[in-house]
Each structure stands twice: as structure tokens, then as C-alpha cells.
């Protein structure tokens, strides 16, 4: 976005702002890049040879990480932003590493039918994403994304999510400074209208109980592995519940 590159290029004056600065942005998203790349990585050595990431958007695994050969990996998006990753990848020059089979549907609809149709095997084990997704979902989708998920995997199979445990915190007053100091830089984008605040069941005990077992790091503790410290400020506290889950089907 705009303000992203502006902020890059010095055209905003924001290093000395403790909550609005580009190296703090850049060190969140890289704990979040290397939980998800680590996920994966990790799986795919385990001897899981299919991918799936839901609401790719802009994901570029599929033509970053080192796959190990014979991977597939599933892309499952809007028609539109599927054309236009492929087509501005292609553009660069870009080849995957895996063997990389695009799905384009809106999840609203029946992906999981279009993902069986685009070769998955529901009979072998595989690894699934849903990297910054569930806080647009009403409960009654989230839990329809999980219960596909679950019936789609076979014993072994991965998972990977954030667990956002009340999104209010996108409408507090912590928030809302935040969103109002981005918008004096030119982010004209609220959150706070796209995220979902209505109630929604506790997806990890909803995977317990359908026979996941799930592993949590907190925004902090992934903050501290990759050897940065974590804000000491309101905007961060008001994310400190924020959890990256990991979760493996048993037998």
C-alpha cells in the first residue's frame, strides 16, 4: 500500500514514533513470515507432499521455499487476485518451486469440492494455512472452514492459524488511535469495519474436541524466538493474547 512504500522511502517521518515506525511493522511480520515458513518447512520434511493455503492472497511460498520434490501446493482464492498474483509473478520472471495448482473460488462456496477436483488426496496426510483470515469469519463460518478442513485431512495432517481471542480489541480506544494516526499517513483502510465482532466458539477447543492437537505462541513469545523485543506500549498489550497455533490430526 501507499503508505507503506512512502513510509519506506522516508517521505513520512515516522522513525521516531514508537508505535507507527517501519522497523516495528517489519519485525511483526517477519514473526509472523517464519512461524508460518517454519510450519511449513517443518511439515513438508515430515514427509507431507501437499500444501494447502487458504486465502492466499498475495502468498508466495509456492515460488520461495525450498520444497522438497514432488510437492504440491494448493492456492485457494478469489479468481481475481489468482490472476493477478500468477500473472504479475509471471511478469517477473518468477518459476514455483513446487508444483503449484491454483483454486479459484470464494470460500464461501464449495472450495472444498474445487479442491478435490484440482487433484488433492484427502487420503494422505497434508498441511493446511489460514494465515490472517478468521477474524472476518462469523462464527458460523469459521467453524464450516475448520469442519471442511478436518474432513478433508487424513491422520498426520498440519494446521496452522492465529487465534484471536476477542476482537473487540480492533474497536477499543487503543485501536482507534492507531487506526486515526494511520490515517493521518494516508491508510484509509478500517479495520475495525472488515473484522467480524459478533460472538464465535473457541476454535482450539473446537479442534481438540474433533481430534487436533494444538501448540500456541504468543505475539511476545514469537517476538523473543526470532531475537526481538517486544513493545512495552498500549498498542502492543492490546494484542498480547493474540496467539500463532499449530495443530497436528491424531489417529
Known sequence: MDVYTRMVDGQIPVEEDSEFNPERVARGMACRTRFYDRFFLEAAGSGIGQVVILASGLDARAYRLPWPKGTVVYEVDMPEVIAFKTSTLSGLGAEPTAQRRTVAIDLRDDWAAALQAAGFDEQVPSAWSAEGLLVYLPEDAQDALFDNITGLSAP???????????TKIFADERWRSHHDRMSELGFDIDFND??????????????????????????????????????????ATAFADVTYTSAVLGC
Open 156 to 166: 498426520g495432517s498440519r494446521l496452522a492459524f492465529e487465534f484471536v481471542p476477542d
Open 194 to 235: 472488515l473484522v467480524y465482532h459478533g460472538q464465535r466458539s473457541h476454535i482450539i477447543e473446537h479442534l481438540s474436541r474433533q481430534g487436533w492437537q494444538t501448540s500456541s505462541h504468543t505475539v511476545k513469545e514469537l517476538h523473543q524466538a526470532n531475537g526481538f523485543e517486544y513493545p512495552d506500549d498500549e498498542l
